[in-house]
């Protein structure tokens, strides 16, 4: 499953990128939890939950439906 998600997860960098940000997989567990990173300046950007729940959440659940929730470390 993990590959899936860093596969996923390559076409969301783009995105990010534009706005100066990046995200690193930490972890995926057994449960379908998706441990990220957000680095750069979506590290500290106010809205850097909206991207993760509305946005990077939604593209890696429908390429990994296994994927019970993504959370930010």
Do not use: F, H, W, Y
């Amino acid at each position: 499953m993990r590959e899936r998600v860093e596969k996923a997860l390559e076409q969301v960098r783009p995105m990010l990128a534009a706005d100066g940000g990046n995200v690193e997989l930490v972890d995926v567990t057994d449960d379908g939890i998706v441990k990220l990173k957000l680095t750069g300046s979506c590290g500290c950007c106010p809205m850097s939950q909206m991207t993760l729940k509305m946005g990077i959440e939604k593209i890696l659940k429908q390429a990994v439906p296994e994927i019970k929730e993504v959370v930010a470390i």
